[in-house]
Nanobody
Framework: QVQLVESGGGLVQPGGSLRLSCAAS????????MDWYRQAPGKQRELVAV???????NYADSVKGRFTISRDNAKNTVFLQMNSLKPEATAVYYC??????????WGQGTQVTVSS
C-alpha cells in the first residue's frame, strides 16, 4: 500500500522560507513523477510543482523563481523548498504521486500559513 506523508509545514512571516518533505513508502519511488499541490480556503486545488522520474521540473507561474522541487530517490522523499513566501501561499500543501489513467496517490496534507 502506497503511503505519502508530508511534513515541514507551519507558520512563517512574509518573505520567509519553509521546506516541505514528503516521504513515500510502498512504492517503487524512483520510477514515478511526483507533484506538489496546494489548496487555499475556498479555492480549488492547484498544481504547484512537478518533478519527473529523471529530475526534470516544472512550476506554476506564481511560484517560479521562488519554489524549488527536488527528490532524493535513496530516501524515497520529495521536497519543496519555498522562499520569499507571500500571504497568498497560505494553503494546505499535498504531495501526490500521479498514475496514468487514474488519480494516483495523495498525502494527508500539511498546513502552510504565511502571516505576520
Amino acid at each position: 500500500q502506497v503511503q505519502l506523508v508530508e511534513s515541514g509545514g507551519g507558520l512563517v512571516q512574509p518573505g520567509g522560507s519553509l521546506r516541505l518533505s514528503c516521504a513515500a513508502s510502498g512504492t517503487i519511488f524512483n520510477i514515478y513523477a511526483m507533484d506538489w499541490y496546494r489548496q487555499a480556503p475556498g479555492k480549488q486545488r492547484e498544481l504547484v510543482a512537478v518533478i519527473s522520474s529523471g529530475g526534470s521540473t516544472n512550476y506554476a507561474d506564481s511560484v517560479k523563481g521562488r519554489f524549488t522541487i527536488s527528490r532524493d530517490n535513496a530516501k524515497n522523499t520529495v521536497f519543496l523548498q519555498m522562499n520569499s513566501l507571500k500571504p497568498e501561499a497560505t494553503a494546505v500543501y499535498y504531495c501526490h504521486q500521479p498514475r496514468l489513467g487514474w488519480a494516483g496517490y495523495w498525502g494527508q496534507g500539511t498546513q502552510v500559513t504565511v502571516s505576520s
